[in-house]
């Protein structure tokens, strides 16, 4: 097993623990854009198919609701004609974090091959299946290789920072936090705008956060 290969069970391990990625926000749209990212929008229309895609797929894939373990239910929620506030989101967050990994990938020079996209889904399969995976992140499996480049670039990334591969090693553990820093940073750099209908996005976290609404006199005792 290559660096790389271990590499990337590594970050597969980690992305399917954390369920969901996280994504980034904040500031005025354009009608009709959920987000915009560097110079690229994420249209409200493009999100909208997308989860309507996942809905009718994830309902269907067993593993892809064991991953996802969501206690709320998600295969209930999949089952709804109402695209929900939480499948949404997460979509949204997904499909921004990719963005940004490609930014990091151009930045810090990481050159993704397809044979490292195929290690990838390979390790994925390993680990109930990337179609599986892919479903339990948000998107549909349409995204499957997309996701994998994603995964790559995050484990080449972590490689970059000295990882040798070993999760408990805290030379490892270290360039893990070294790779998050830099992903956190490029972001930051990219002024991303999430629209404030899916969430607020919140710096700590690096994350969007669902829609807070204000209670009325009534309901918060004021009146």
Request: charged share 25%; net charge neutral.
């Amino acid at each position: 097993m290559t660096v790389l290969g271990t590499s990337v069970k590594v970050a597969v391990a980690a992305a399917l623990a954390a369920g969901t990625l996280a994504g980034c926000g904040g500031g005025p749209l354009k009608v009709g854009a959920a987000a915009i990212v560097g110079d690229d929008r994420i249209s409200t229309s493009t999100l909208d198919q997308t989860v309507r895609d996942w809905q009718k797929q994830f309902v269907k894939d067993d593993i892809a609701n064991q991953m996802r373990s969501d206690p709320s239910n998600p295969t209930q929620q999949a089952t709804s004609d109402r695209l929900s506030d939480s499948d949404m989101r997460d979509a949204l967050t997904v499909l921004v974090n990719m963005r940004v990994g490609d930014e990091v990938a151009r930045r810090d020079h990481i050159d993704v091959t397809g044979t490292q996209v195929d290690q990838v889904i390979a390790a994925l399969d390993q680990q109930g299946g990337a179609k599986s995976a892919t479903l339990a992140s948000g998107l549909p499996a349409g995204y499957t290789r997309d996701f994998a480049r994603f995964l790559a670039i995050k484990a080449l990334l972590v490689q970059k920072y000295g990882s040798d591969g070993n999760p408990q090693n805290p030379q490892t553990m270290l360039a893990r936090q070294k790779a998050d820093a830099d992903f956190v940073q490029t972001a930051d750099s990219m002024k991303i705008k999430v629209n404030p209908r899916y969430g607020s996005f919140d710096k700590a976290k690096v994350a969007i956060d669902p829609v807070k609404y204000r209670l009325s006199a009534t309901e918060s005792g004021i009146r």
